[in-house]
């Protein structure tokens, strides 16, 4: 254990965290997606998993040390609902919640149609597998930067 981190962040995912740069993609996912053959792309190219954790269990620990991208309007995406892509089910509203609480604000996420996702998530730095089980508990964070002190 350690003070300040939240005991949620195994070492793996902390070090991942703590390696990616400025714009760099994570994949948040949930138990359905094929976390395990997307992450061999990967920049890391194996899967890190959070399986105890619902989405916005696994989000809230990772936004309580990963800074989102504010350069960006794509700084966070949730899959889209095939057949309805404005649909937002309560797993992406909790996860939402999770993200306008860690800005200090609201800051809708940007859909991202099924394939696509799948496309990103094959270029992103990582893929943690949650142990989400509803649908659509898939998400995109790119990571930002932390200024200086004043």
Same mark, same amino acid.
């Given at each position: 254990m350690l003070k300040g981190? !939240? =005991?949620? %962040? =195994?070492? &793996? *995912? %902390?070090? *991942? %965290?703590r390696a990616m740069g400025h714009g760099d993609v994570l994949i948040l996912? !949930?138990?359905n997606f094929p976390s395990d053959s997307v992450a061999r792309a990967t *920049?890391? #190219?194996?899967?890190?998993?959070?399986? =105890?954790?619902?989405? $916005? &269990?696994? $989000? =809230?620990a990772i936004l309580s040390v990963l800074p989102l991208d504010t350069f960006v309007d794509d700084f966070a995406g949730r899959m889209e609902v095939v057949g309805a892509p404005d649909e937002v089910p309560a797993v992406q509203?909790? /996860?939402q919640a999770e993200i306008d609480r860690a800005e200090g604000r609201p800051r809708p996420?940007?859909?991202i149609e099924r394939f696509a +996702?799948? !496309? %990103?998530?094959?270029?992103? @730095?990582? /893929?943690?597998?949650? #142990?989400?089980?509803? +649908? @659509? #508990?898939? +998400?995109? +964070?790119?990571k930002g930067v932390i200024p200086p002190e004043a």
């Open positions: 981190i !939240d =005991n949620r %962040l =195994n070492a &793996e *995912v %902390l070090r *991942v %965290l996912a !949930d138990t *920049v890391t #190219g194996k899967l890190l998993r959070m399986e =105890n954790l619902t989405s $916005a &269990e696994a $989000a =809230n509203a909790e /996860v996420m940007v859909p +996702f799948y !496309d %990103l998530a094959r270029k992103s @730095y990582a /893929v943690i597998q949650t #142990g989400e089980r509803r +649908f @659509y #508990g898939c +998400f995109m +964070f790119r």
